[in-house]
Every structure is written in structure tokens, then in C-alpha cells.
């Protein structure tokens, strides 16, 4: 006989009879209020009102009143202090309590700050891309570095060969010019090494006028360059480039910590100069020119050698991250020799671990300060008060100005406050100092020292140094600082009680490197996984979900640990070893948290902004509810950019949204992509976004409202955004409702079978 179909009325009613008959229940009138100072009955009193004025939605008492339903007073599994978990469960996920992110909490927070990482696919627009990079290069770009030629073109192997280039080419040095010497000139990026002794040079727009040396077009121009090379060669360690502007030459460098260059020459006036530097440029071995030889490649291709066992790489990375500014995290999978199984994962995760290196290059150890080293660094380059081209193209020409960049106040705080990289945001040099904040400080506050000993630890018991440098092979990453050094005293006279207002490009007071040290790192684990596009099947995909956000839960209840970068690259579906082993696991930690700790010691973190929590993104602290709902971005994402002609390893097929509605989720500046956000997760404007499902994911519109309901509950009239003390509430939400979806899929596919 089939079951009785009940409308909304039929569910309403049903659940106002149940808060009134748990409201006159004795334990309701004696168990104490965990969001009030009253009773249990009193929290029911206000719930029955809210529900009856239709001020809730009344999806999260359904799992409640099932409960009860099934769980007669005699059954053998009826247990009252269940039920009423599941009452006070119900109460705080309708009446939200304060959230816990106290202002110290957000004070300690490392800085977050804006990447061009997020601009992909169908959203590298020219003018976005430029603007995403720009804000990526605030307070990181240095003019006329001290030593930069000495550094990098003298005592070197070829230096003489150089020379001698030089002297071969003096015959076409006449009367103090080069003859011949193209009109207009050149601006150009070293890219890549294609043979032995053959530089590629990327030949550009002509620079005609000297004064554009120093342009904000031309900075954002070569940058463009160097995040392309990152990008189609993740592993690399830096780029090095030149420009040329009329005859003014300049040496460039981008490394993970930003780009700087050397101090200008004319190129007719420093004709050796000249000469040596374009001789050295095709001299240098790969290592010089910023190639990763830690990882080598032979006639079976990629592979690394860790503890005497070679481990052979595919060919393309299963994660990495297109920007300049960042740890560079690049994930292989890998297997031995004579197994036909990936089996490994170059990246960090909670997986087991098989070995952990920091790499060197040369012997040398591969840092940013070790690259840096033997060079004066001054002040980083303000940006220009002036308006610059972003675009060189006459036709689709933007013109940007301070103002617009920075937010119609003209103040540069007010668009970067969002970033958490205003000039008061604390941040740690190579040489461990930190800086002002905005934030006021409580006056009894105690600085706490992270720990680093550099030891091993289990994935869910690892240590501040095993989280950050828990990164792929091979990647780039901040090291932990272990003291405030020298500006410890500053820096606390100048934070208690006190609110710092400087510019947004200020850099520092007391630091005399102010470039964020970064590591390289090696970390091996197992087992390995494929991308989250590359689901098999929809049972996989939410398998993979919901075992990750399980996987978080383990790592912030067992680890104190929290991830702070759950988004799409960061999730992969492993392959089973057992049954019951987790389908999808989290990884790349060099992120993550000590709950307890202190900021790793980073300038800033970045992350991916269609996948930032509303509340991240307003520049608030990171607790766990922030990476439930990154979560949730993630399982939305999928589900609209993937899912219209299936999947393969190795052809992801990507959506085109009609409307594209996503498109708000990563343009703009942070508070409106914020706003934009809590917009479409309001109720009604929540079947906007998930009408763009594809065909594919159809059937799980009623999970993502599920999944909506536990992140967003109604509270006041508007959805709420902050985070409950009790962190069962939401992870129970999100995972019971992933488990149910994913119940009827496997019987469909046994059906099937």
C-alpha cells in the first residue's frame, strides 16, 4: 500500500504538535537553555511562534519528528537523552547563538588578501585578470634592488664566456650606440629553456618611451607573463625577465614572494652590461633560470627520488595554482617502479605519510631568502596615484585609477579592509617582525609562541611545521616563524589599545627585509586520488564530499586543526583500498591552523574567492563553519560548471552557464562579491542559482536546499551567517543530509547492476 502523501500544511502541523507536547514536558521545564538565560520549554515557546508564522523553515524539525515517530516508548531503541540532544540540536540551528569568533580570534587571523588564482577557465577576462593581479602585488613589488646584477650575473660559471661574447660583438658598438638596434625596441620575458644553449624570449608590445620603465601598465603587463609561465609550468621556482623601454633596460625577477628588479641601465651607455646580461640569460642552466630540478625527467618522463625509492610522476598535475604571489602548491600523483597504480600523492593531506623533505636545488637550500640573499632591499613601490592602462590594446583600453582600484572613498583601506592586508595588518618578514594592525588588541593579551621542532606527526595529530610544510612536489611555502624577534616589543607598544590607520601600501615600521620567507618542500603521501571532476558516477561525487567534510571534522576535533582552503583542487577522490575506507579525502594543509596557535608566521594567505565563506570574505576570523560553507560552494560548483556531457580523466568537460551566475562569486571587490553571495543564499534567491544545475544533478536540487537550510538557517527574518559554538550542529547537518542522498543512488545502481 502506498504511503500517504503529506502536503506542507500536513508537515507544519505535525511539527507544532511536536515542540507543544515537548514543551510541557517536565525535562523541558528543568533542562536549562544553552542560548538563553531560561528553560528548554521557553526555547520551544519561541519556536512554536516562529514556525507558526511561517518565519522558519521547518526542513531541520523533519529529521526530529521522524525520530520520535520511529522510536516508540517500548522499542528497544528509544533513548530520551537522544531525543532531547536532538531537541536542543533543533533549538540552536533555529535560534543561533553568538557566534564564537571572538575579536581576538579575528585579530590572530592570518591576513587574507586577494589572487589571481581565482581567475579561470572562461574568466581570464584581460581586465579582471589585470586587476586580480594588481591587488595580488600589493605591498610585494621592489624597484632597484641593490646587488640584483652582482647576484645574479657575476662569478658565475659562464661569466667568462660572457665576456667574450662581448668582445666579439664590439664591432657593432659605434660612436657610443649599438648599431642597428631595432626601432622601437623590445620588451621582453624570459620564459623557458627550449635546448641546452637556445633562451625562448616571449617578444612583446615595443616600449618606445623610457618613462613607461616604471609604469604600472608595463608592471602588470610583464606580470601577466610571468603568471602565464607559472601556470603552464607549476613547478617552477621563479621567472626571471627584462624589460627594455626606449634604450633603459631593467632585470626582473618573480618569485612566490613577488617580483623585484635591478636598477636601470642604458644600454648604450653600459654596453658590456648589456651584452653580458643577454649572454648570461642564455648561459644560465635550468636551475638558474628557475626550473625545479629536484623533479627530473627522462625517456618514461617525470619522476622524484625520496628515501632511495624513485617515484614516477604523471604528466600533469592533479592541483596547482595559477598566480605569482602564493606557496605554489603543485600536486602529482605517483607510483614506484613496475606498479601500474598511482598510489602516491605529492601534496599534503589527511592520508598517510610516506616521506618529508625540504628540497635544495644545487645543494643550496631552495628559499626566498636564500635567493634573495646578498641583495638591499628597500621599500616596496607604491602604486601610482595617477590612472594607468591596464589593458595595452587600444580598442578595449580601461582606464584605473587609484579610486577604482581601491574603492569610491579613494581610500585604499576601504577596498583592501576585506583582504585583511590594509597597511595596520600584521605580518611577518623573512627576519620573523611583525607589523601593526587596524584591530585593537586586549591589553592582557598573551602572545603565544608556535611549536616547530620539526618532527613528524600523524595526519590528524600534526604540528604547525608538519602542517605548513606539508606541501607538493614540488611547491613553495612560508616557513614557521618561531619568535617575534627584534620587533616583539615594538610591535606590542604600537597594537595594545591603540587603532593603527596608515595606508594600505605602508609596509612597515621595523622591518628590514619585509618579503615573506617561503620554503620549499617535498611531501609524499598515500593513497593517491583524482581530481573531484573526475567523479565516475553522482554516488561518487557526494561520497567524496561528504567523507572530505568528515575527514575536516577528524582533523579539527582530533587535530585542532583548521583547514582554511576547502575549495575544488583541495578535494580528491581516492581510490578504495577497503570498502569502508573514505571516497574523497582533503588535502594541501599549508594553510591550515593551529586552533590555538598564532599566525604561521605568513604576510597574508590567499584562497580561491568563488569558494570563500561570506563571512571570510567581510574580513572576519576563520572558524570551522567557514569551511562547511566552502563545502557547500564546491558541491553548487560542481554541480553547474560540470555535468552536461560527463567527465573523463582526461577531458573535464566545463559548463558555459547561460547566465552565468556564478560570475558574481569571484568578480569584483570582496565586500560585493560578499554581498553577492548572502543575496543567493537567501531562500528565494537560492532557486535562482540552483535552477542552472546541469541535467546531470537534476535530482539533487533537494539536497543543495538541505545543505542550504543547515548553513543558513533563518534567524530574524534573514538568513545567519556566523557560527555555532556546538560544531555537531552544522557537520551533522551537512553530512546526514549527503548520507541521505546518497542512500537511494546506491540502490538505484544495485537495481541496475
Not at 206 to 230: C, I, M, W
Not at 319 to 333: E, H, N
Not at 569 to 590: M, V, Y
Not at 709 to 729: E, K, M, N, V, Y
Request: hydrophobic share 35%; with cysteine.
Amino acid at each position: 500500500m502506498a504511503e500517504p502523501f503529506l502536503t506542507y500544511i500536513d508537515v507544519k502541523n505535525l511539527v507544532l504538535d511536536l515542540i507543544q507536547a515537548l514543551q510541557i514536558e517536565p525535562a523541558a521545564r528543568i533542562l536549562p537553555s544553552r542560548i538563553a538565560e531560561r528553560t528548554l520549554s521557553g526555547d520551544l515557546g519561541l519556536l512554536y511562534s516562529r514556525v507558526d508564522a511561517n518565519q522558519l523553515d521547518i526542513a531541520p524539525a523533519i529529521p526530529l519528528v521522524e525520530r520520535i515517530v520511529r522510536n516508540e516508548p517500548d522499542a528497544p531503541t528509544w533513548n530520551d537523552a537522544d531525543i532531547w540532544h536532538a531537541v536542543f540540536e533543533l533549538v540552536a540551528r533555529t535560534n543561533p547563538i553568538t557566534p564564537p569568533t571572538a575579536f581576538e580570534e579575528a585579530v590572530f587571523d592570518t591576513p587574507l588578501r586577494s589572487s589571481s588564482a581565482s581567475q579561470r577557465w572562461i574568466e581570464q577576462i584581460h581586465d579582471e585578470v589585470d586587476q586580480r593581479i594588481l591587488e595580488e602585488l600589493t605591498g610585494c613589488v621592489y624597484y632597484d634592488v641593490g646587488g640584483f646584477y652582482e647576484r645574479y650575473f657575476e662569478r658565475k660559471p659562464w661569466t667568462n664566456n660572457a665576456r667574450d661574447i662581448y668582445d666579439e660583438s664590439r664591432a657593432q658598438y659605434i660612436e657610443g650606440h649599438w648599431s642597428g638596434w631595432p626601432e622601437p625596441s623590445i620588451q621582453a620575458l624570459c620564459s623557458h629553456r627550449t635546448s641546452p644553449q637556445i633562451l625562448h624570449i616571449s617578444e612583446q608590445k615595443h616600449k618606445q618611451n623610457p618613462d613607461e620603465d616604471r609604469s604600472a601598465k608595463t608592471l602588470v603587463q610583464l606580470a601577466g607573463y610571468a603568471r602565464e609561465v607559472f601556470g603552464s609550468q607549476p613547478e617552477r621556482r621563479f621567472v626571471p625577465g627584462f624589460t627594455i623601454c626606449g634604450s633603459v633596460m631593467r632585470l626582473w625577477l618573480f618569485d612566490r614572494s613577488g617580483p623585484y628588479n635591478s636598477e636601470k641601465f642604458d644600454i648604450h651607455k653600459e654596453p658590456e652590461r648589456f651584452v653580458k646580461v643577454l649572454a648570461g640569460y642564455a648561459m644560465m642552466s635550468d636551475a638558474e633560470l628557475g626550473l625545479n630540478t629536484f623533479i627530473k625527467c627522462d625517456g618514461n618522463g617525470k619522476y622524484i627520488v625520496t628515501r632511495d625509492v624513485r617515484i614516477s610522476l604523471e604528466d600533469k598535475p592533479i592541483a596547482s595554482t595559477k598566480a605569482i604571489v602564493c606557496r605554489g602548491t603543485t600536486c602529482y600523483r605517483g607510483r614506484r617502479p613496475g606498479s601500474t597504480d598511482w598510489e602516491y600523492v605529492e601534496s599534503p593531506g589527511i592520508a598517510v605519510w610516506f616521506n618529508h623533505e625540504q628540497i635544495t636545488i644545487d645543494g643550496d637550500p631552495d628559499t626566498i631568502s636564500h635567493l634573495r640573499r646578498a641583495m638591499k632591499f628597500g621599500s616596496p613601490r607604491r602604486p601610482s596615484k595617477k590612472a594607468f592602462w591596464v589593458d595595452s590594446s587600444p580598442e578595449s583600453s580601461r582606464a584605473y585609477s587609484r579610486t577604482s582600484l581601491m574603492g569610491s572613498s579613494g581610500s585604499s583601506v576601504a577596498h583592501l579592509i576585506g583582504l585583511g592586508i590594509g597597511a595596520g595588518s600584521a605580518t611577518t618578514s623573512s627576519s620573523g617582525q611583525k607589523r601593526k594592525r587596524d584591530e585593537r588588541l586586549d591589553g592582557g593579551s598573551i602572545l603565544k609562541r608556535s611549536k616547530s621542532d620539526g618532527s613528524h606527526a600523524s595526519a590528524t595529530n600534526m604540528r604547525k611545521e608538519d602542517q605548513l610544510d606539508a606541501i607538493g612536489a614540488p611547491s613553495i611555502q612560508e616557513t614557521v616563524v618561531d619568535s617575534l624577534a627584534d620587533c616583539r616589543n615594538e610591535w606590542q607598544r604600537n597594537n595594545v589599545n591603540s587603532i593603527q590607520e596608515a595606508g594600505a601600501d605602508s609596509l612597515t615600521d621595523c622591518e628590514s627585509e619585509a618579503y615573506g620567507n617561503r620554503v620549499n618542500h617535498c611531501l609524499v603521501t598515500s593513497p593517491a586520488g583524482r581530481h573531484l571532476h573526475e567523479y565516475q558516477s553522482v554516488r561518487e561525487l557526494l561520497e567524496a564530499l561528504r567523507d572530505a567534510i568528515r575527514g575536516h571534522r577528524s582533523l579539527l576535533e582530533d587535530g585542532k586543526i583548521l583547514h582554511r582552503d576547502v575549495s575544488e583542487n583541495n578535494i580528491i577522490i581516492t581510490e578504495l583500498l577497503a570498502e569502508d575506507a573514505p571516497k574523497g579525502r582533503l588535502i594541501d594543509l599549508d594553510l591550515a591552523k593551529e586552533l590555538d596557535g598564532m599566525p604561521s608566521g605568513a604576510r597574508h594567505r590567499t584562497g580561491t574567492m568563488q569558494f570563500m565563506a561570506i563571512e571570510v570574505l567581510e574580513g572576519k576570523g576563520h572558524t570551522y563553519r567557514h569551511d562547511l560553507e566552502s563545502f557547500f560552494y564546491v558541491f553548487i560548483w560542481m554541480c553547474i560548471r560540470y555535468g552536461y556531457e560527463g567527465t573523463s580523466r582526461q577531458k573535464p568537460k566545463v559548463m558555459r552557464p547561460k547566465t552565468n551566475i556564478l560570475r558574481g562569486w569571484y568578480t569584483g571587490m570582496y565586500s560585493e562579491i560578499a554581498n553577492t553571495k548572502q543575496g543567493h543564499m537567501g531562500k528565494n534567491r537560492f532557486e535562482n542559482v540552483i535552477a542552472e544545475f546541469a541535467p546531470k544533478f537534476e535530482n539533487l536540487k533537494p539536497l543543495a536546499r538541505q545543505l542550504r537550510s543547515a548553513l543558513f538557517p533563518i534567524r530574524d527574518g534573514d538568513i545567519f551567517t556566523g557560527t555555532f559554538h556546538d560544531h555537531d550542529i552544522m557537520n551533522d547537518g551537512m553530512i546526514n543530509a549527503f548520507s541521505r542522498a546518497i542512500g537511494p543512488l546506491r540502490k538505484e545502481e544495485q537495481a541496475n547492476a
